[in-house]
């Protein structure tokens, strides 16, 4: 148990779909991370929370669109995906921000684009 | 921005050998260097960190050296046992918990 949960485990969408990750951590962590891990590439921030604020958007499409309502909770929201997409979505956690501290990730969100 | 590279991508060693894994980075300004073990089907488990103003640092079977003048750090496991089977991957940040992963390790133990 990461104390990071991550549903759905999986995905299957068509291009056209909508659909939602959720990610909620039990650590009292104030940051929020999303990642997008594909096949043979370094993990790639997507986006980053701190106290529910935005910090980081790291140039990803407006397709995917995340929201962070408290510090417990960072969902993703995905519309009009392409098969690139196809990848597992990690999610994270750390204590704070400016000042180093590990991340805690969950098990992510295996998506499949159709 | 920051780049990580990580050697090699698959190591083979049979169970109570050592393994070593290599990361090095490019921006001097990097202080925080933390290890991650992925097992299938989970996300990346921390299982060392260190910083940059320590050199080493062991947790049982487990050791993490840096080099901050020649900008590389490396993963020792010694002791291999089948369930350190698993992808490793390192990362770097300077600042703001930005980390920059490397592209991962895949680290088979032998019985």
């Given at each position: 148990?990461?104390?990071?949960?991550?549903?759905?485990?999986?995905?299957?969408?068509?291009?056209?779909?909508?659909?939602?990750?959720?990610?909620?951590?039990?650590?009292?962590?104030?940051?929020?991370?999303?990642?997008?891990?594909?096949?043979?590439?370094?993990?790639?921030?997507?986006?980053?929370?701190?106290?529910?604020?935005?910090?980081?958007?790291?140039?990803?499409?407006?397709?995917?669109?995340?929201?962070?309502?408290?510090?417990?909770?960072?969902?993703?929201?995905?519309?009009?995906?392409?098969?690139?997409?196809?990848?597992l979505?990690?999610?994270?956690?750390?204590?704070?921000?400016?000042n180093?501290?590990?991340?805690?990730?969950?098990?992510?969100?295996?998506?499949?684009?159709? | 921005?920051?780049?990580?590279?990580?050697?090699?991508?698959?190591?083979?060693?049979?169970?109570?050998?050592?393994?070593?894994?290599?990361?090095?980075?490019?921006?001097?300004?990097?202080?925080y260097?933390?290890?991650?073990?992925?097992?299938?089907?989970?996300?990346?488990q921390?299982?060392?960190?260190?910083?940059?103003?320590?050199?080493?640092?062991?947790?049982?079977?487990?050791?993490?050296?840096l080099?901050?003048?020649?900008?590389?750090?490396?993963?020792?496991?010694?002791?291999?046992?089948?369930?350190?089977?698993?992808?490793?991957?390192?990362?770097?940040?300077?600042?703001?918990?930005?980390?920059?992963?490397?592209?991962?390790?895949?680290?088979?133990?032998?019985?």
């Amino acid at each position: 148990e990461t104390g990071v949960t991550q549903t759905p485990r999986h995905l299957v969408m068509g291009m056209t779909n909508k659909k939602s990750l959720k990610c909620e951590q039990h650590l009292g962590h104030n940051a929020m991370y999303w990642y997008k891990q594909s096949a043979k590439k370094p993990l790639e921030l997507m986006f980053v929370y701190n106290f529910k604020e935005q910090t980081e958007n790291n140039s990803v499409p407006s397709r995917f669109s995340p929201e962070c309502p408290n510090s417990s909770h960072l969902f993703l929201h995905l519309h009009t995906l392409q098969p690139e997409d196809s990848a597992l979505y990690l999610c994270a956690s750390s204590q704070e921000l400016g000042n180093n501290q590990p991340q805690h990730f969950g098990d992510g969100t295996r998506l499949s684009i159709l | 921005g920051e780049n990580v590279e990580q050697h090699p991508s698959t190591l083979s060693v049979q169970e109570g050998d050592s393994a070593v894994i290599k990361c090095t980075y490019s921006d001097s300004a990097s202080n925080y260097f933390p290890w991650y073990k992925q097992e299938l089907g989970k996300g990346p488990q921390l299982i060392i960190d260190i910083r940059s103003n320590v050199g080493e640092k062991k947790d049982q079977r487990i050791a993490v050296t840096l080099n901050k003048t020649a900008k590389h750090f490396s993963l020792h496991i010694t002791e291999t046992q089948p369930e350190d089977s698993a992808v490793y991957f390192c990362a770097a940040s300077k600042d703001f918990n930005k980390f920059y992963f490397g592209s991962g390790t895949k680290l088979n133990v032998k019985p």
